[in-house]
C-alpha cells in the first residue's frame, strides 16, 4: 500500500540523509560542501534552500536515487517528497513553538536549531532530517534542557554572494573550526 511505502521512504530515507549528513560534518570534504549550509545566523526557511550544489545533487542522489533504485511507486515519491519539503522548511523556521513529545521522535525545528549552533558539541548531533531515531540508535541525539538560541559558524564568515558559496569548498581551509 502507497502509506507503507511512504512510512518505509521515511524511514530508509532519513537513514541514508543521516548517514550523508554526518559525512558531511566529519570528513573535510563534505564539511566544505556542507558548511555553506551552516552559515544563516538566523534560522528562517530560506536557510533550508541554503546549500552547496554539490551538497544538493550528494542529498537528492542519495535520497531519491536509493528510494527509486528499491521501487517505491510515483505516487509514494510524489507523498514523500511534499512531506520532506515541508518538513525541510519547518526545520528551519525560526518560530517559538513548543514541539513537546515531537522532539521525542522527529526531527522538529527545536532539534534542528540544535544541529545548526555553532558549539560543535552540539552542531555534531541531530543528523536526522525527519525523525530523530538514527540520532537515538547511534547515540547522536542531542536535546539540551537550555535551548539553543545562537546558530552560525563560529569565527567565520561567507560572503554573503552566491560565487563565494560556490568557491566555498575549493578555496579556503579556513571554515572548519
Known amino acids: 500500500p502507497i502509506w ?11 537513514l541514508l540523509i543521516y548517514t550523508l549528513h554526518r559525512w558531511m560534518h566529519l570528513s573535510d570534504f563534505g564539511w566544505k560542501i556542507h558548511v555553506v549550509h551552516h552559515t544563516p545566523t538566523k534560522l528562517h526557511f530560506w536557510a533550508s534552500a541554503r546549500s552547496h550544489p554539490i551538497n544538493v545533487m550528494l542529498v537528492y542522489t542519495t535520497e531519491v536515487g536509493v528510494l527509486l ?6 505516487e509514494a515519491l510524489a507523498i514523500w517528497t511534499i512531506f520532506m519539503s515541508v518538513n525541510g522548511l519547518f526545520l528551519h523556521c525560526n518560530c517559538d513553538i513548543n514541539p513537546g513529545i515531537l522532539n521525542s521522535f522527529l526531527a522538529t525545528c527545536d532539534v534542528h536549531r540544535v544541529h545548526h549552533s555553532p558549539d560543535w558539541k552540539y552542531s555534531n548531533s541531530n543528523f536526522g532530517n525527519t525523525t530523530v531515531l538514527w540520532d537515538r540508535m547511534f547515540g547522536t541525539y542531542c536535546l539540551p534542557e537550555k535551548p539553543i538560541t545562537e546558530v552560525g559558524i ?15 569548498p575549493f578555496r579556503l581551509n579556513k571554515y572548519k573550526s
Open 4 to 14: 507503507v511505502q511512504v512510512i518505509i521512504a521515511i524511514i530508509i530515507g532519513d
Open 69 to 74: 533504485l528499491l521501487g517505491i511507486s510515483p
Open 154 to 168: 563560529k569565527n567565520h564568515q561567507i560572503p554573503e554572494n552566491y560565487l563565494h558559496h560556490f568557491l566555498a
